[in-house]
């Protein structure tokens, strides 16, 4: 048995005025176990189960329970192997304004699949000839973490329409199986709406919005006048830049953008330096090099409803979710990055500008503070608009360090469950702009990364026995369960989802006596680990290791 979502039994837990509920799950018999309490208490809670989506991507659900909390509740029509979302809808009473919930993804031992979809590396024609090589190796990364991967090479004069289009395509040739898509260098951005998320008047207009690329099947459209914008940021009719200050329907793509323009603190490094330093950094991070505390520091500058209700009630969520355990909270955010231990996620709030949140971090601080944090999320005003100069969300990306994720939080709020339980940074952006949301929230980064990384295995090599292909390999240290091994023909394309041929012991090699004589195959050997998360416990696949070739 394993406790999932603190909050109901350790007083050290804070609530922050939002539902709690401790949760167990159980493998004999399967259950799971809410134990229901909230700061304040609540008059009653109800429990729902998710049941289907709306044309929004927003999930529905259907209510299972109705309890006075504090409370125990236990949910048994569930298997091993599930993996249901609930949501814990509380309500206080006179005085307050609005009903609290909370969402949890449970997991029952649950398996994550192997077969991760297709990712778009969309690239720009400059950095596609100077960084040929680096390009290569993250191809071959993305292949050995079991991704099927295509390359778009765009200018950066294309219509956004153009790059849209092209994406749509292969979605459709990939039969709907591309799931993400990774905007590297110059490829051209997205505008949409007139929006003033931060809260600034002067700063309403048309923001960056790559979720015009994320919705496929959405109706985009360029015939308003949105108002003459501020800083650059008109919308006319025709100017190439969207209508829509709210996403027309649900996301397809998990979008994350790494875009090293217009960033002169780093002078005299070049966009192409920059790409290429990011590159190293995200094969470095992937492949397990890099590790990181699971742990989360915060720093918050804003005072009032703002700093109290709004930011920390928030990142106390993101902890307990992603970790069990209370953020780490300090007025230092610069000194806790520099911890050699590192934290897989920080957060920073404070009163911004373009290049900083005010006694929180500037930009000049990440060209030379070596950053030890995977992820980063940043709010304050106006760098939430980050197509700027040495905008603090982009530049934070390519100091020193282990950074390869950024986005603005609060507005909106971050939707981290997938995350929490071996998802990636994209599954984070999908759920947190899903749902009817503005269409501002963009990732920086990689949105095929997770928070913790498995060590692949290594060595791999290939002989040929009277029983078939024999696949010999140095196991990976973080597989707890042994190995598992996929396959592919070698001619097929990449986003053609592989065959599971077995499972090996931990140290052992495998006999592949399905293979045909004479073909040639690609296999694939995959770590394989039991996770022990907050919400439950699931059987995660890390990154493998693959050899090619055939026997007589």
């Known amino acids: 048995m394993i406790l999932a979502m603190g909050g109901a039994h350790a007083a050290s837990r804070p609530c922050m005025d939002w539902s709690c509920a401790a949760i167990e799950v159980q493998a004999a018999p399967p259950a799971v176990r809410f134990l229901l309490q909230t700061d304040p208490p609540s008059t009653h809670c109800s429990i729902g189960r998710r049941t289907s989506q709306d044309a929004w991507g927003r999930p529905q659900f259907t209510q299972l329970v109705s309890l006075d909390a504090p409370t125990t509740w236990e949910d048994t029509d569930v298997s091993l192997g599930d993996r249901p979302e609930y949501e814990i809808r509380c309500e206080f009473g006179p005085g307050r304004l609005d009903t609290t919930y909370r969402r949890a993804l449970v997991d029952l031992w649950w398996e994550q699949p192997a077969d991760r ?5 969309v690239v720009d024609e400059d950095s596609q000839a100077a960084l040929a090589a680096s390009l290569d190796r993250l191809e071959q990364d993305l292949l050995d973490d079991g991704w099927g991967v295509l390359r778009e090479v765009v200018s950066p004069d294309d219509p956004v329409a153009v790059v849209r289009e092209r994406l749509q395509a292969r979605w459709e040739e990939t039969k709907h199986r591309l799931s993400a898509a990774l905007l590297l260098g110059a490829v051209p951005q997205p505008f ?3 929006i003033a998320p931060d809260g600034h008047g002067e700063h309403a207009g048309a923001w960056p919005a790559d979720t015009f690329y994320a919705d496929l099947d959405g109706a985009w459209t360029d015939r308003q006048s949105r108002g003459a914008g501020s800083r650059g940021r008109a919308n006319l009719p025709g100017d190439g830049r969207l209508d829509q200050s709210v996403l027309p329907g649900a996301l397809e793509l998990a979008v994350g953008r790494v875009d090293p323009r217009d960033l002169p603190a780093y ?8 790409l290429g330093a990011y590159l190293e950094k995200n094969h470095r991070y992937r492949t397990g090099e890099v590790r990181l505390a699971p742990r989360l520091w915060a720093t918050n500058t804003f005072r009032g409803f703002v700093g109290d209700q709004e930011v920390m009630a928030q990142v106390q969520q993101h902890a307990l979710r992603l970790f ?5 909270v300090g007025p230092d955010l610069v000194g806790a990055l520099l911890d050699p231990e ?5 957060m920073g709030a404070g009163p911004g500008g373009i290049t900083s949140a005010k006694d929180v971090v500037r930009t000049k601080d990440f060209v030379v503070v070596s950053a030890n944090a995977a992820y980063l999320g940043l709010f304050g005003s106006w760098f939430g608009d980050a197509a700027t100069t040495d905008n603090l969300l982009r530049a ?12 603005w939080f609060s507005r909106p709020g971050l939707r981290n469950d997938r995350l929490a339980a071996g998802g990636t940074f994209g599954d984070m952006a999908v759920d947190s702009a899903q749902g009817g949301a503005s269409t501002h929230f963009q990732l920086h980064g990689d949105p095929t990364l997770r928070l913790d990384p498995m060590r692949p295995p290594t060595n791999a090599s290939l002989h040929c026995t009277p029983q078939g292909p024999r696949l010999v390999f140095e196991p990976s240290p973080d597989a707890t369960l042994g190995h598992r091994v996929y396959r592919r023909a070698e001619d097929a394309p990449s986003w053609v989802a592989e065959e599971r041929i077995g499972i090996t012991p931990l140290d052992g090699p495998l006999v592949d006596a ?11 050997v995959v770590p394989v680990r039991e996770k022990h998360v907050p919400a439950g416990v699931f059987v995660e696949l890390g990154t493998g290791v693959r050899v090619a070739g055939s026997c007589p």
């Open 117 to 121: 979809g297709v990712v778009a590396l």
């Open 192 to 194: 949409a709406g007139h």
């Open 267 to 274: 002078a005299p490094l070049s966009p192409t330096d920059l």
């Open 324 to 328: 069990g355990q209370p953020a780490t």
């Open 342 to 346: 590192g934290w897989q996620v920080v």
């Open 396 to 407: 934070a990306l390519f100091g020193p360090g282990t950074v390869v994720a950024t986005s």
């Open 514 to 524: 399905s293979a045909e004589p004479g073909h040639r195959y690609v296999w694939r």
